[in-house]
């Protein structure tokens, strides 16, 4: 079995004055007709393959035997498996590493798997879902404990799916995970970046399977709770303020029926109070799930892409565990997520006027972690950006303030000694969403060893760093560059 996993963040080689020029993405073609709502007429309780000749395609299919083997624990960093122990009954993966938390569980399984349109094995089909990882800035009050995390550093997912091939460890399946998400559309063409890439391949076929992806040990990735700062406007609407896994499968084969596990509706796991069951901040015991949870924030349908195609597959699955049969039926892939607290807190504190850019607003400097320097955790972030442009991030141990050096179009908010974060992966591209980052939990810089003119220095207790962003930017037509406004960290 192989893993790739990839941190997306678009990377360039190091480069100098002038700054480069930033192309577009290319996108999918626009859908010449609307996607579905996802508040369609749900379909009355039928069973799977009654419901899926309603829906007007050959896209479920019974679990047979209703068995889900385990297949155990995948362990990236060793390539080494942790096979289930004889005599469980559980049809779960093993869990998650030791010291991680549940943030989110869509587990209560429907009997079910879907092939999509059709069936999985047209390739570069991918099904989307989506779900909330909870944040004091979205989570809706009376749910159980207030979460005090803003951003999660993933460490291990549980997944479930079907692969009828009869060919040995030939099952194949990508996941691709969002930030943010609109379940209406492609997140290609709605400008969400990707957090990550998870591909799968050699996984247990000729089967229904459940197994854990373990990430710890160098293949972590972050994500953050809160959406909205990556789509402007989305603030509070849950149905996109949440997070997108984008599901492929990618099997050799292409042949038999392959698909994702069904799972998940609150009708009968607890109603709305349901929902996040079984993670760290509601009923972290499970108590009362005996049918399994339903995902914080999972929605009732898929969103498909096909080439040009956008299909949305609302209320259209219904549950026969025999835990009771939903009022609605629902539609939501099994998964369950596990991570440690990322950098979280709010830190630092702006200071020194920046010029508007060609968007008309100014970019602004944040930062989220720890200010104790010790613990590495901290991510810089600049929004506002013009959009599919590219900059990078600058640091002094001197504030400043310089109008529009070097025929810039932006203040310079440095003095001193100045160093640059340009190193691979560093130097990025503020894509549809007009943003750049630097996680240092991710592996993308270190408190510990920041550039600091010819040297590598780490931040220490009692230190005040400076910190802003430069990048290109167009005045009247003709290329120039800016600068964000500035953010000064006092570490201790």
């Given at each position: 079995?192989?893993?790739t996993?990839i941190?997306?963040?678009?990377?360039s080689?190091?480069?100098?004055?002038?700054?480069?020029?930033a192309?577009?993405?290319a996108?999918?073609?626009?859908?010449?007709?609307a996607?579905?709502?996802?508040?369609?007429?749900?379909?009355?309780?039928?069973g799977?393959?009654?419901?899926?000749?309603?829906?007007?395609a050959?896209?479920?299919?019974?679990?047979?035997?209703?068995?889900?083997?385990?297949?155990?624990?995948?362990?990236?960093?060793?390539?080494?498996?942790?096979?289930?122990?004889?005599?469980?009954?559980?049809?779960?993966?093993?869990?998650g590493?030791?010291?991680?938390?549940v943030?989110y569980?869509?587990?209560?399984e429907?009997?079910?798997?879907?092939?999509?349109?059709?069936?999985?094995s047209?390739?570069?089909?991918?099904?989307?879902?989506?779900?909330?990882?909870?944040?004091?800035?979205?989570?809706?009050?009376?749910?159980?404990?207030?979460?005090?995390?803003?951003?999660?550093?993933i460490t291990?997912?549980?997944?479930?799916?079907?692969?009828?091939?009869?060919?040995?460890?030939?099952?194949?399946?990508?996941?691709?995970?969002?930030?943010?998400?609109?379940p209406i559309?492609?997140?290609?063409?709605?400008?969400?970046?990707a957090?990550?890439?998870?591909?799968?391949?050699?996984l247990?076929?000729?089967g229904?399977?459940?197994?854990?992806?373990?990430l710890?040990?160098?293949?972590?990735?972050s994500?953050?709770g809160?959406?909205?700062?990556?789509?402007?406007?989305?603030?509070?609407?849950?149905?996109?303020?949440?997070?997108?896994?984008?599901?492929?499968?990618t099997?050799?084969q292409?042949?038999?029926?392959?698909?994702i596990?069904?799972?998940?509706d609150?009708?009968?796991?607890?109603?709305?109070?349901?929902?996040?069951?079984?993670?760290?901040?509601?009923?972290p015991?499970?108590?009362?799930?005996?049918?399994g949870?339903?995902?914080?924030?999972?929605?009732?349908?898929f969103?498909?892409?096909?080439?040009?195609?956008?299909?949305r597959t609302?209320?259209?699955?219904?549950?026969?565990?025999?835990?009771?049969?939903?009022s609605?039926?629902?539609?939501?892939?099994?998964?369950?997520?596990y991570?440690?607290?990322g950098?979280?807190t709010?830190?630092?504190?702006s200071?020194?006027v920046?010029?508007?850019?060609a968007?008309?607003?100014?970019?602004?400097?944040?930062?989220?972690?720890?200010?104790?320097?010790?613990?590495?955790?901290?991510?810089?972030?600049?929004s506002n950006?013009?959009?599919?442009?590219f900059?990078?991030?600058?640091?002094?141990?001197?504030?400043?303030?310089?109008?529009?050096?070097?025929?810039?179009?932006?203040?310079?908010c440095?003095?001193?000694?100045?160093?640059r974060?340009?190193d691979?992966?560093?130097?990025?591209?503020?894509?549809?969403?007009?943003?750049?980052?630097?996680?240092?939990?991710?592996?993308?810089?270190?408190v510990?060893?920041?550039?600091?003119g010819g040297q590598?220095?780490?931040a220490m207790?009692?230190?005040?760093?400076?910190?802003?962003?430069?990048?290109?930017?167009?005045?009247?037509?003709?290329p120039?560059?800016?600068?964000?406004?500035?953010?000064?960290?006092?570490?201790?």
């Open positions: 079995m192989s893993i996993l941190a997306l963040a678009a990377a080689p190091l480069w100098a004055q002038p700054l480069p020029q192309s577009a993405p996108l999918r073609p626009t859908p010449s007709t996607a579905p709502s996802k508040d369609a007429p749900g379909a009355p309780n039928v799977p393959r009654d419901l899926a000749s309603r829906a007007g050959r896209d479920l299919r019974s679990i047979p035997g209703g068995q889900i083997k385990r297949a155990g624990t995948y362990h990236v960093a060793t390539g080494t498996w942790t096979r289930p122990g004889n005599g469980s009954s559980r049809t779960s993966a093993l869990g590493p030791a010291g991680s938390d943030v569980s869509n587990t209560s429907t009997g079910v798997f879907t092939v999509g349109i059709g069936s999985l047209f390739p570069g089909q991918i099904t989307y879902d989506e779900g909330v990882l909870p944040t004091p800035a979205n989570f809706t009050p009376g749910l159980g404990t207030q979460p005090d995390r803003g951003i999660y550093e291990a997912f549980d997944i479930q799916y079907c692969d009828m091939d009869s060919t040995p460890m030939s099952s194949g399946w990508t996941y691709t995970f969002y930030e943010s998400f609109d559309g492609d997140p290609a063409m709605t400008g969400v970046p957090a990550a890439v998870v591909a799968l391949s050699g247990p076929s000729n229904c399977w459940s197994l854990t992806v373990d710890t040990g160098g293949s972590e990735f994500m953050r809160d959406g909205a700062p990556l789509a402007a406007g989305w603030q509070d609407e849950l149905a996109r303020d949440s997070f997108g896994i984008g599901i492929e499968y099997s050799a292409m042949g038999a029926d392959a698909g596990v069904l799972a998940g609150p009708d009968y796991t607890g109603g709305i109070g349901g929902f996040g069951a079984g993670t760290y901040f509601i009923d015991s499970e108590a009362g799930t005996a049918c949870t339903t995902g914080f924030g999972a929605q009732d349908g969103t498909i892409v096909l080439g040009p195609q956008i299909v609302p209320s259209q699955y219904s549950n026969g565990t025999g835990c009771g049969m939903a609605l039926p629902y539609a939501s892939a099994y998964m369950k997520l991570a440690t607290e950098p979280g709010s830190v630092g504190s200071y020194c920046a010029n508007a850019n968007t008309g607003s100014i970019a602004r400097m944040s930062a989220v972690g720890s200010t104790i320097a010790a613990t590495d955790k901290l991510r810089l972030e600049v950006m013009p959009l599919n442009t900059g990078f991030f600058l640091t002094s141990r001197t504030a400043g303030f310089s109008v529009m050096p070097a025929g810039s179009q932006g203040n310079l440095l003095d001193g000694v100045i160093g974060f340009d691979t992966g560093q130097i990025q591209s503020s894509g549809p969403a007009g943003i750049i980052s630097i996680d240092s939990t991710a592996g993308q810089w270190s510990l060893a920041q550039p600091l590598v220095l780490p207790a009692g230190e005040r760093w400076h910190y802003t962003a430069w990048y290109r930017d167009i005045v009247g037509g003709s120039t560059s800016n600068f964000a406004d500035g953010l000064f960290i006092d570490f201790n």
